[in-house]
């Protein structure tokens, strides 16, 4: 893969303090605060090993997307890549400990990854807990968790 991972490029430490900028530590639990459900978004820093991530977010009833990855760091700029089939990849921006979806997933991507109408489009997710032990408790609807290799730090 090109470009930097999210723990080489930059970062200040796994579970350093953050706000915005290239070298503000991501890792945590993020949160979407609007809605029928709360939507969640994890992401796990690990010194000289890929970053990684998972998400779910929810449409009108039980409709949601979700799914998990490794991700590549460029100062603010996230993107994520799909397991599986890494040519499902969005980008979000990371300012501020808010998670912004800037390029959702492909019209393909989107129907095997997301259900019933529900969308990555635009998404934000809202840091609600720093550090790779924060990201390990985001969980998917049966309740495994989306970021379950925090690499114990």
């Not at 929810?58 to 700029?77: F, L, M």
Request: contains cysteine.
């Amino acid at each position: 893969m090109a470009a930097c991972f999210l723990a080489g490029c930059g970062g200040s430490g796994a579970d350093s303090g953050g706000g915005a900028g290239s070298g503000a530590a991501a890792s945590g639990l993020y949160a979407q605060t609007e809605g029928e459900h709360r939507g969640q978004f994890c992401m796990v820093e690990r010194e000289g090993r890929a970053g990684s991530f998972g998400f779910i977010t929810w449409g009108r009833g039980d409709a949601n997307c979700s799914g998990s990855g490794a991700v590549r760091r460029e100062g603010d700029r996230l993107t994520l890549l799909l397991d599986g089939d890494e040519s499902c990849a969005f980008e979000a921006q990371f300012e501020d400990s808010i998670v912004r979806v800037t390029r959702s997933l492909s019209a393909e991507c989107a129907r095997y990854y997301c259900a019933g109408g529900a969308t990555l489009d635009n998404a934000r997710f809202f840091r609600s807990e720093e550090g790779n032990a924060a990201a390990a408790k985001a969980r998917d609807v049966a309740g495994v968790p989306l970021c379950g290799d925090t690499g114990g730090n």
